[in-house]
């Protein structure tokens, strides 16, 4: 039968290419192109734990993955997370020993303990309950409570001995976000759930609770993104509203600070800290990282010397990255005590979350603490003064910084007939699109690939449709984030302050 005649039609039920399959098995090709070109774990193992891994090869726990070896000790990388009906679903693949069920392991990231409940292989889309799963296989593992993608297992008699895979991280970032709240009041908590389930499922989502209004915001890659995710939650059983979707601003500085000193209220306590611009090899590398999965502190130290540009002083006093993307570094010569060092670690946090410009997240910092001096602080007001004392300081070396507006770039590339290039090019420069190339190689089609904001990026879509009478294809790739050109940013920084009631 020819299937060009078959299916030559613009419309189809599902009756009309139930058989398709039948006439067209290209599952059969794929198949057997998996079969006769993707290497055995026996072969790939070899070369694929180096890469992977970061950890000793010639260690018992190494040698026993880079073998594939059944008589090793269990080891698991869990890549992904679902949320079933009654439990979460982690799958992932065993590259040591066998995996049984009621096993315990010990979750390496998470620090603790769990029993493996039940143990499935993959049939396609479903899944076979077996009581043994033998090394090299794809196991799903139910049972496990807390666990995310990226976790790994190992047998509870060689935590010491065995270093964590690298988490798997996601270049892409939020760049839009919608409030959502439930239809009912009564179906709060239930979304709550249903969105921390779904979090899990999808890490390119972000659901965060504004503090100064209890406003919940859910972001995502783009409005089609956060439409999906919407979908999904009313599939589940909880009826919602959304605000329409807009861009996720964000604050940073031109460049570094001078030393500010200031001191608390009482005079008893004193601070210096400079900010300082986060270069792209550092911001790369924390981006692409999980730097708490990487042990012992030696091999941190070892991978932040060779792929950042802190300074070796900067490396040996660094305390942490936020998820924000800035660094915090303690060069003070005194210790500080755990409580202490937790405190001015939350505190830090918080201000970094509201920038003065509108109450955006700053982002691309090196805060640098040079000096802290502490007299006379009990753990009661520690979190008060030290507060006071850290805000006043950082808002002082923005100020000093050259505090900017950034806003989110969208890659776009434009597929679409020659003869609408010029209505195209006249709409580009309304929305302050930056053409990068323009490709008419091809006597049928055309690509105009362009710088796109986000927040422009909605109405785009509805004038080119109309532009081009549908004939234009688009697709958007998160790009970087920029700042905002400084005849708009003045209006943008008004709105979001109206946005969220800020009058300081």
């Known amino acids: ?109 998470e620090n603790n303990f769990d029993i493996i409940r039940k143990t499935a292989i993959f049939m396609g889309q479903r899944r076979e309950q077996v009581e043994e799963i033998p090394v090299g296989n794809i196991v799903a593992i139910e049972g496990l409570k807390q666990v995310k993608s990226g976790e790994t297992l190992i047998n509870k008699n060689y935590i010491d001995k065995m270093v964590p895979f690298e988490n798997v991280k996601y270049v892409s970032t939020p760049v839009v976000t919608v409030s959502i709240e439930p239809e009912y009041l009564r179906d709060l908590d239930k979304m709550k759930e249903l969105i921390e389930n779904i979090l899990i499922e999808d890490p390119n989502l972000l659901f965060e609770i504004n503090e100064e209004n209890g406003e919940f915001l859910l972001s995502g890659m783009g409005p089609l993104h956060l439409e999906i995710t919407a979908n999904e939650i009313e599939k589940r059983g909880v009826e919602i509203s959304t605000s329409e979707p807009r861009a996720i601003f964000k604050e940073s500085c031109k460049y570094g600070s001078s030393t500010i000193t200031v001191e608390s209220p009482n005079h008893q306590s004193s601070l210096k800290i400079r900010i300082e611009l986060l270069n792209d090899k550092t911001s790369r590398f924390f981006r692409t990282h999980d730097f708490k999965s990487i042990k012992p502190v030696g091999r941190l130290k070892e991978l932040l010397e060779e792929f950042t540009g802190l300074t070796t002083d900067e490396i040996q006093d660094f305390w942490t990255y936020y998820d924000s993307k800035n660094v915090l570094i303690y060069n003070s010569r005194d210790d500080l005590n755990q409580f202490l060092k937790d405190t001015i670690l939350e505190i830090i946090d918080k201000i970094l979350l509201n920038g003065p410009l509108c109450g955006e997240k700053l982002t691309g910092l090196k805060v640098i603490i040079e000096e802290l001096v502490v007299n006379k602080l009990d753990e009661e007001n520690a979190f008060t003064e030290l507060s006071a004392m850290f805000y006043d300081a950082i808002k002082k070396a923005l100020n000093e910084s050259g505090i900017i507006l950034l806003e989110p770039i969208y890659h776009t590339i434009i597929q679409l007939p020659p003869d609408y290039i010029k209505n195209t090019l006249s709409l580009l420069s309304k929305y302050s699109a930056k053409i990068k190339n323009v490709n008419q190689e091809k006597d049928y089609q055309a690509i105009i690939e362009v710088l796109l904001p986000v927040r422009n990026s909605i109405k785009f879509a509805e004038d080119i449709r109309s532009s081009t009478s549908g004939k234009a294809f688009w697709q958007n790739e998160f790009y970087a984030f920029m700042e905002v050109p400084n005849h708009e940013a003045k209006r943008i920084i008004n709105e979001l302050r109206f946005l969220k009631g800020i009058s300081w």
């Open 1 to 109: 039968m020819d299937i060009r005649s078959r299916y030559q039609k613009e419309t189809y039920t599902k009756e009309t290419y139930a058989d398709l399959a039948v006439y067209f098995p290209i599952h059969t090709a794929i198949l057997e192109m998996v079969v006769d070109h993707l290497p055995n774990p026996i072969e790939a193992q070899k070369y694929r734990i180096g890469k992977i891994w970061g950890g000793d090869l010639t260690s018992k726990v190494g040698k026993s993955m880079t073998n594939c070896d059944p008589n090793g000790p269990l080891i698991i990388c869990l890549s992904k997370v679902q949320a079933d009906k009654h439990s979460l679903v982690a799958t992932g693949r065993i590259f040591s020993g066998n995996c049984f069920n009621k096993e315990e392991v010990f979750l390496l990231k």
